[in-house]
T-cell receptor, first 117, second 113 residues
């Protein structure tokens, strides 16, 4: 079965620094790797996705990289702010593939980011 | 635009009681999902549906049933609630033919005593 791991349960960084979160997966190659933000008591909110044939994607202060050889995605928040404090989830998406997991979004456990003023 | 709406937001059940959680989306999405989220376990897929009248099991389906009689609604049923089903339940929907991002509801916090 698909397995997705986010290496850190929690990450504390100083305001203004770059936060880097890691997502590793095994067994299946996703068509997309998605990143979500979740605030306490709320549902996850989509941030970015990166396709299997893309190396890097940017959106404002966010950057995602995807290395299909290492089976790893990195999520960066540059110039971090206290408002960036939240839990960040990555998800495997096999849209377009046939077979197991082809309709599912499989989530990692998340990394809780705290940006310290 | 309401997006994904879950009903109820909070519920306390006694062991053995039954209940139905309702998820409604107004985006005409084909795919709908039910997840549960527990501390340290992340989001785990219970059941999902790829269209009206279809359902399929996810990672943790035992003790739950679902129905998708109308495209906009996805119901999650607990026939005989157990304390192990105490959790926060999230519904999500998406349409991979347009883009693949999922839209989530606000969650239902269920406590089984």
């Amino acid at each position: 079965s698909q397995k997705i791991e986010q290496n850190s349960e929690a990450l504390n960084i100083q305001e203004g620094k770059t936060a880097t979160l890691t997502c590793n997966y095994t067994n299946y190659s996703p068509a997309y790797l998605q990143w979500y933000r979740q605030d306490p008591g709320r549902g996850p909110v989509f941030l970015l996705l990166i396709r299997e044939n893309e190396k890097e994607k940017r959106k404002e202060r966010l950057k995602v990289t995807f290395d299909t050889t290492l089976k790893q995605s990195l999520f960066h928040i540059t110039a971090s702010q206290p408002a960036d404090s939240a839990t960040y989830l990555c998800a495997l998406d096999r849209t377009g593939y046939s077979g197991a997991g082809s309709y599912q979004l499989t989530f990692g456990k998340g990394t809780k980011l705290s940006v310290i003023p | 635009n309401a997006g994904v709406t879950q009903t109820p937001k909070f519920r306390v059940l006694k062991t053995g009681q039954s209940m139905t959680l309702l998820c409604a989306q107004d985006m005409n999405h084909e795919y709908m999902y039910w997840y549960r989220q527990d501390p340290g376990m992340g989001l785990r897929l219970i059941h999902y549906s790829v269209g009206e009248g279809t359902t399929a099991k996810g990672e943790v389906p035992d003790g739950y049933n679902v129905s998708r009689l109308k495209k906009q609604n996805f119901l999650l049923g607990l026939e005989s609630a157990a304390p192990s089903q105490t959790s926060v339940y999230f519904c999500a929907s998406r349409d991979p033919t347009v883009n693949t991002e999922a839209f989530f509801g606000q969650g239902t916090r269920l406590t089984v005593v």
